[in-house]
């Protein structure tokens, strides 16, 4: 008897408590959904291409959102208050992320961070600059593409598409469907490579930095031992293999053209490619949801260099995250000081 | 003309940061290529500099009738040397950890800091050393500079009230000690004369002048 009325007691107890936790729970999810306010903006592009349902990214901690673009560039978002938005560009068609276009705005692109407080904020016009094309090549020792092997382009933390890549017969990177090789870059980017899975090669990601400042030729040299990176100039006036060419390559530009003030497509909370340096080993492709069908497992450490420590984290010393910034201060206080003491005397 | 050659080791400490900026430049494609000017524009200021000071020094100075020059010093540049070769060290290691490692930015920040100041200190050290020299005639004690204006301190012989001889342990164990003559007239009649080798006979030679008055 005086067991079955603890038992009881218990029961409702447990129900009551998960009554009260959802209920909590709720009223947190209300309150947080209550809390919200509308990041908008325009992107334009500085080549005069028409950026129309392409898609811009945000992330803040580790949730990640994205929205395409209407007719005029114009997009508009949800986002929690007060916090800081990392805004990424990434040239689109309708169906894919990774548009099969050569127009001179770059196929990914990272804007400078914002604000949002307490009211809505429309960041104004965001400026795409003009893009290079980026030719990326894997090559064997012996000069000989090496087919299986797995290309892939990142700016700034923001990764391509891997399941929209693949080699040519020369060993060049082709977008799905393109009639050309490599992808549209501005200033710098990462290109990556995983070599063919098997017993030749390590299982792992190689990754080299570069910059941009022209049509670009990143090669990668794999052997068993490692990757060889050779950056040159490209040139445009040599054939780079055999591209498959389909009819899906026609920019869909004018299909899905939405209105302004309308947020088409929104996928709230949909998780993108930009990898977590923090992670040693990153599911690509599984990242990007039911949009690609890529589900490497890679052995890869994203290099995204910080102060104090390497990750994504922001920190208020992020201006020193620049080695321009730090050898111009150093060698103008160093030549100053020199000056000074100089003239001043001994 | 200054003493020694600043010129040929002002040239040779600077063309590699010269070299350096040029690679960073034209050389690789991992950075922007403008990150090879600070190297560069430090290269050629420290080239620049040293050509300067190689062509720009005191005159020796005028001897009146019957006044004798008794001995003559420049400041040794060993001190500027052990701030070259402390210095050189942590810059390469700078170029390594920026360049070719991705450690966090605050550790070749660190080595830049000390290595840039430790060298720039010792090419200021051997600079200003090169543009000064000491003078110990009959008649009066001098201490010239020259930069861009020149700089001529003395004490005529029969105001010198005392000579001071100093000597940490360090610049002791080195062979260096430093010089102060005093005039009594307060500091701006001071003389102070730094890392000098020999400096007990350079104070013994002020000393007999004074004697000898």
């Known amino acids: 008897m005086k067991r079955s009325a603890t038992r009881r007691n218990f ?31 325009t992107v334009v592009a500085k080549s005069g291409a028409k950026v129309q349902n392409d898609e811009i990214n945000t992330h803040w901690e580790d949730v990640y959102r994205n929205v395409r673009t209407d007719g005029d560039g114009y997009f508009e978002m949800e986002v929690p208050k007060n916090r800081n938005y990392t805004l990424s560009y990434y040239k689109a068609d309708s169906r894919s992320d990774l548009e099969a276009a050569k127009n001179g705005a770059p196929h990914i692109y990272e804007f400078e961070g914002t604000f949002v407080g307490e009211e809505d904020k429309d960041i104004g016009e965001l400026v795409l600059p003009e893009a290079d094309i980026v030719d990326l090549r894997v090559l064997k020792p012996d000069g000989e593409p090496l087919m299986g092997a797995k290309p892939d382009y990142r700016y700034s933390g923001w990764g391509a ?24 870059l501005a200033d710098f980017g990462t290109a990556e490579v995983e070599p063919p899975a098997g017993d030749e090669y390590e299982d792992r990601t190689y990754k080299h930095q570069f910059s941009v400042d022209g049509p670009t030729e990143v090669v990668a040299t794999v052997d068993s031992d490692g990757v060889e990176w050779s950056v040159g100039e490209a040139d445009e006036t040599t054939p780079k293999g055999t591209t498959t060419t389909t009819d899906e390559t026609a920019s869909d530009a004018t299909s899905e053209t939405t209105n302004r003030g309308t947020t088409p497509e929104s996928t709230a909370d949909s998780p993108t490619t930009r990898e977590d340096p923090a992670t040693a080993t990153t599911q690509r492709g599984a990242q990007r949801g039911n949009r690609t069908n890529a589900t490497r497992t890679t ?46 005397g001994y | 003309m200054a003493r020694g050659a600043p010129a040929l080791w002002s040239t040779l400490l600077g063309l590699p940061f010269v070299v350096v900026g040029g690679w960073l430049y034209v050389g690789q494609t991992t950075y922007p290529s403008v990150i090879g000017l600070p190297f560069a524009f430090f290269g050629a200021f420290v080239v620049g500099i040293g050509a300067y000071v190689h062509v720009v020094s005191p005159t020796e100075p005028r001897l009146s009738d019957g006044e004798e020059l008794v001995e003559k010093r420049h400041p040794t540049q060993r001190v500027a040397r052990v701030k070259i070769v402390v210095g050189l060290p942590l810059l390469v290691a700078t170029i390594y950890l920026l360049f070719f490692t991705t450690v966090p930015y605050v550790y070749p920040t660190a080595t830049f800091v000390v290595g840039l100041y430790a060298f720039s200190s010792g090419l200021y050290t051997y600079w200003t050393n090169s543009l000064t020299t000491y003078y110990v005639t009959t008649r009066r004690i001098i201490k010239e500079y020259r930069f861009l204006s020149l700089v001529r301190r003395e004490i005529p012989r029969e105001k010198i009230r005392g000579v001071q001889e100093r ?13 102060l003559v005093a005039s009594g007239g307060g500091r701006s009649l001071e003389i102070r004369m730094r890392n000098m080798e020999r400096s007990e006979s350079f104070a013994d030679s002020i000393r007999n002048l004074v004697s000898e008055s």
């Open chain 1, 11 to 41: 029961l409702r107890a447990g129900v009551g408590g998960v009554l009260g936790g959802a209920s909590l729970v709720g009223g947190v999810s209300r309150a947080v959904a209550a809390d919200t306010v509308t990041l908008s903006g």
């Open chain 1, 161 to 184: 598409n891997p399941g929209r890549l693949s080699l040519n017969t020369d060993g060049y990177t082709v977008i799905d469907g393109a009639s050309f090789t490599g992808l549209e």
């Open chain 1, 299 to 344: 052995t890869a450490v994203e290099s995204e260099r910080g102060f104090f420590s390497n990750g994504p984290g922001k920190s208020d010393l992020e201006m020193l995250n620049d080695p321009f910034v730090l050898t111009v201060g150093g060698f103008v206080l160093s030549a100053a000081g020199i000056v000074h003491q100089l003239v001043r």
């Open chain 2, 167 to 179: 000597k940490s342990a360090i610049e002791a164990l080195v062979g260096l000690g430093n010089v």
